[in-house]
């Protein structure tokens, strides 16, 4: 039996799942949580845009997870460590960590490891809201195709933003900084021994999606560029990366010293690491017209356009990357910034729910007819990255009477979260992207029946459902195994592989036609808060948003 | 020793109070919940508009609360029931009841009792909210001068809308109706055993502030009006009245029926009944240019100017009535639909918290600064009545992270009720009344520290509390000492009598300039989302609102 193994960083915990390649059946899997912080995460309670993570914690979950898998794998018929084809890896980002000259995190010194600046600059970290803004205002005079696929915005959550603030406010920090590794570079990089951080071999996905790289403009943000922010950012240029590749190349073999951890043998080859919902997207099974979307905490969207068609840019969307996620086709991804982390926030941070409580409002919020509570929310709890992409904006919530419930408050912010989705999806074909399914994606697309149905009666499209509950570590696995090819007992091409190692939920959703047209109603309002309050248009009269939420509660309790 | 009793109806519960006239001590005082409903309001679960109440306990807690008063005052030395002068009553408003032509409510047959039209219409009830704008409408087109003295606007919760409204949903009950009569002129026709709806003494305070009554126009609108909004309506009109009084009038002398239930000699003079915050406001020691508000579920505030001067009609102000508070002077009132109903919402109905969760809250949110949560909120959970005059309505929240704790959406809906609170003081001021002083009366004022504190700050302008916790019940037996006179050892004027009987509490809040001066950065945005959301002017940009209140958040953490 020829097997791959899929290693997937998300934001609290990282998995490692092993895989049969020719049916894609899991053999071994096992989660490891990041024990520092609050929920692996590390906080400011001064500052709600900062978000760390150890990377200490990172390398003891690799080993763990890994090794809880195996053992596992180990009791199947057929499995032998020797079977193992290929490791992927898949990690949040953009998620970069500072490394030294010998690619060790300067968090693992104990010089910086309490310094919260030399820690992984986690996805959600918005600190460096105001850097973003001067690189959107530098490169829309300087440098617009920069910019251009990636919707006009340069995001606060991304590489060159956070890299910045670091030298601005600590520069101490980026001074002992020999190089910035994206997470999902940095993990493969370890595997495979690099000891050297120029000769990482970086993604792609990273590298087009979150670093401004391009074969368009020969690589990186050029130095005269880089220079007009900070002339150590033209510096640091010369220590990061000249070429970025997709899932064709390989990011090196397993080194002995990984090996003899991990029991397996040394010189499995190691596939480029990507972020965890391009992969996810693989193990969805996407392709051409189907939409996928990864349901966490924040949500992601990636769709794929055979890089042979043009393709136009999208304003307010995260990036059209060619090879980003399959290699061939241009990867657009789309987010919103928090879905799951709202409904965390509002049932175990305000309502101070446990598992049973969040179960009851599902239940209870299930119970009612879209439009009966009168409520509408705005889903910017952590900002709006797609298709505002501003890390400022802030939640909203409208509509509430003296009988509201917690309830009535949780169904608004999960349709809140699914107007965000259809405001993406709508942004995409209308620049000609077609979207003729979705796939979703993830512990909440699987578990929450509420939600799914809201999503697709909000949508108006039939929705489907992953079939894998680790698609991203399975996309991770999917990966290795074409990397592999069909010599080694892997496959060929990526359709090839998708056929026979990923499949779909036999649950799926699809739209009520009553449901949709009072969904279509909401979000015709949702869209003018929206606008006024995202800033996009001038001055928008909100005068009858009130009044129309109560007739339609009317309409519909009628 | 003389004595006089103040009778007050609040929302929940009735209130009894014995007090020594020469000094305002009291002497026995009782407290008794309406049984029915949910705490007291009967309630339709697909109409949150609907809050009506049940007249039996009316009657049940008139005999209960003033027999436990006055047997409390039984204890204290020199107290005699033959000493007791007067006996005045106020209730809240406007709260119209059906009643037949012997007087009894229709409620008490058994063939209407469980019929919600038969109910009191409690102040609160909003169902009427259609008659309201078709009143306000046709007022402004045929008799512009009714609704000038109440802010053009004529309420949903007012007399005649909520007529208009049984009419129109209930005409069974509307036809089995003799005479309808608000609640405040309601008990003092029972104490004074009225058999016969044409005998009962009708105050000026409602009929000014709610039924449209004005000598100007020869008392209640005229038929040819009503007729344009009912014939029926028309019709009613001579079963209504033609002549409304201030406190300067009797309603009338205890009843031997009434005398026996309560233990009293028969014959003492009951006073003309107003609403509570009225007599409240002569309780807590109004005078011109000192604004008392009561701070309950709702919010009441009342001033008075001199019948002598000059008024100008004031936009969005619930009404100018003369005689409706003190003889002499016009009663001016305003206030807010709910206050301390929000913080029940918010603290009882969705955090689920009991008193000890409503302390904690309290003191997390004292921990924090202005500003700081970056939050902000409308106060409309049950409408706005002053300044906007709109009971449709409803609450906003914005300006929420993943970390808001529900400890600062408590203080932002503190806040909130503060800047409406500040709305109503800034446009009276505006049309010339002057407001130098504000005295808060009401449980709420008298506990909660940190409201009151956030008051001051964002009203700018020192606040003391009433020195009674019962100003109403008080209020309501000072107008029955002034009404008894010198001779039957009361008073002969209210000012005389309001410096014996009323003082002020020792505790007041001055304002801190830091805080005033965040709290007038946060008003400023306040009145932005109140103009664009209260549809008052067209539309108003909001693009900032999110930005401006994070930077507002960051400079007082700084």
Known sequence: MFSALGVDYGTNSVRALVVDCATGAELGSAVVDYPSGTQGILLDKNDHHLARQSPSDYLHGLERAIRAALAQAAGKPGFSPSGLIGIGVDTTGSSPLPVDASNVPLALDPKWSRN????????????????????????????????????????????????????????????????????????????????????????????????????????????????????????????????????????????????????????????????????????????????????????????????????????????????AILPGFYGIEAGQSAVGDIFKWWVEGVCEGNAAAHRKLEEDAAAAKPGQSGLLALDWNNGNRTILVDPLLTGLLVGQTLYTTRAEIYRALIEATAFGARAIIERIEQYGVPVTGVVCCGGIAEKNKLLMQIYADVIGSRIEIAGSSQACALGSAVVATVLAGSKKGGYDTFPEAQARMTKLNPVSYTPDPVRKKTYDELYRIYRQLHDAFGGQTGAVPLGSVMKDLIQLKQKVSA
Chains 1, 2 share one sequence.
């Open 116 to 323: 919260l600046a030399a820690q992984c600059w986690l996805w959600k970290d918005h600190t460096s809201y105001q850097e973003a803004a001067e690189i959107t205002k530098l490169a829309a005079k300087h440098r617009p195709e920069y910019i251009a696929k990636c919707g006009n915005t340069y995001s606060s959550e991304w590489f060159w933003s956070k890299i910045w603030r670091c030298l601005k406010v600590a520069p101490d920090v980026f001074d002992a900084t020999f190089s910035w590794v994206e997470l999902c570079d940095y993990i493969p990089s370890v595997l495979a021994g690099v000891t050297d951080p120029s000769q990482i071999k970086r993604g792609i996905c990273a590298a087009g999606h979150k670093a401004l790289f391009s074969d368009e403009w020969g690589g990186l943000p050029d130095r005269e560029f880089l220079e007009l922010l900070d002339p150590l950012l033209a510096a640091l240029r010369d220590r990061l990366y000249d070429e970025a590749h997709d899932a064709t190349v390989s990011a090196g073999s397993l080194c002995e010293a990984w090996a003899k951890k991990l029991g397996l043998p040394a010189g499995i080859p190691i596939a480029i690491g990507a972020f965890d919902v391009h992969f996810g997207a693989i193990g969805s099974g996407v392709k051409e017209g189907v939409l996928v979307k990864a349901i966490g905490t924040s949500t992601c969207d990636c769709a794929v356009v055979n890089a042979g068609k043009k393709i136009a840019d999208i304003p307010g969307i995260c990036g059209i990357v060619k090879g």
